[in-house]
């Protein structure tokens, strides 16, 4: 194995740029209110606010406030003039045009770039890969001049549990670019304030304009950054790996790990029903050697019955094995039994596998809908009670419909949790003396690592049932090749 891998092409490591226009700040500043909660970051590792200008608020007023107030003062009508730039933004119903009608085209006050360079398998040094982050970040700053920074914010305090070792596997450095979107009246714009925040004004102003074949003006933009910092990691020494890569959708993250799961399950149902489809062609030829071998006694039998009494002993030792072979065939009938049970257990599991993947799918619908909106009840009473552009009617059918998500999307995460502690309050003393001890026997960290650990049947009992189990499958193969072994 060893020379295998000395032969091996080091391909390099992927760069990774991609922007969205959901930003956490809290989060990305480590507020101990926000992180405190959240179980995959370790404080204690290097985390660093490189740059952060305030709420976004106070960001936009520094930004738009000396071109808002030069706009007002040219506005003859009230009703014209703008007294929070932010507000504007936010309550603007407009929509963009998206090629998939359920898109949210809404305007957007901010956006956020995430830069890494490699995967939690592979990666540079943090070190390094954190000192040439930083430079990209005042590169970025320099040669695109219509994205103005509002925050930025180094982290390598991330980590995943590996599910074979269940030991800590920390996520490469990466940061946050949380910006805003400058345009320009008379460059892209043509009405309204001389500093404005737009996207495609923007993006136009240094050169991205969305074109068939070409892609929209984001993607093209999010492309030239990454290719931007594969150019500048190679210059500082770090190898690059440009080969195409798999595209995965950013799911959040309960369903992608449900998911996962799930095929988990698949792969170990196909091996069961292949392992099982083996069986039962061993059966099978078991079966048919024995019809013959069990004709040939018969025929045997029938032939010393006319022999002497030595001959009549061996027809009596003959059919004494003959009724070892019933024996036999019995056992072998009922071992065809059970592999039709453990099929029928098969069929049962599938059609289980399929509804809970049915479940996950529409889960994942409405958890997509339902962040992606950043919906939550407060915020969709707002929205009942401002728009007045929609009657009633209209109006409380869309609060009752985005409630009722939203109730689901909470209803389902509280349901695995209810799975998980379903008969906890029922547990006595000493029910939880045995789960102590248990999980000390299993070197369990946490409840949370016993509760995985039962549920993928790692624990110590769990492991000798299935060595039982096995070993009583090899007991009875035994017998089954012993029954057909004296006659050959």
Known sequence: M?????????????????????IQRLHNKRDPKIVGSEKHIDLSRPHETILDCGSLDKCYRQLFDEAREKYNAMQKRKDRRIENYLETILNDKRQGKHKNAKADGSRKPAYEMILQLGNRDNRPDDEIASMVLKDFCNFLIENYPNIVPIGIYLHNDEFSIDEETHQ???SPVHIHFDYVYVAHLGKSLKTGMELQCSMSGALAEMGFVTAKGKGTAQQQFEEAVRHALQDFAEERGIKIDRTPGEKHSHKAKPVYQQMKENEKKEKKLSQKEQQLEQDRTDLDKNIESFNQKSEQLEKDIQANTVKSLDLFNKENQLSEKQKELDEQKKEIAQNSKNLELEQNDLERDKSLFKTSSQKVGA??????????????????ISTFKN????DFTSRFNKFVGNVKKIVTAITTELNWYKAAFKDFWHKTPRDFRNLADEMDRNKCEDFSDYNKKFYNG???????????????????QKKINDAYEWNR
Not at 2 to 22: Q, S, V, W
Not at 364 to 380: A, F, G, P, T, Y
């Open 2 to 22: 060893e020379n295998e891998d000395l032969t091996l092409e080091f391909m390099g490591y992927k760069a990774m740029c991609h922007c969205r226009p959901i």
């Open 363 to 380: 889960y994942n619908q409405i958890w997509d809908e339902v962040e992606r909106k950043n919906m939550s009840i407060d915020s969709e």
């Open 387 to 390: 728009n007045r552009f929609e």
């Open 168 to 170: 800590k596997v920390f």
């Open 458 to 476: 790692e624990l110590d009992y769990q492991i000798r049932e299935k060595n039982q189990i096995h070993q009583q499958h090899i007991i009875r």
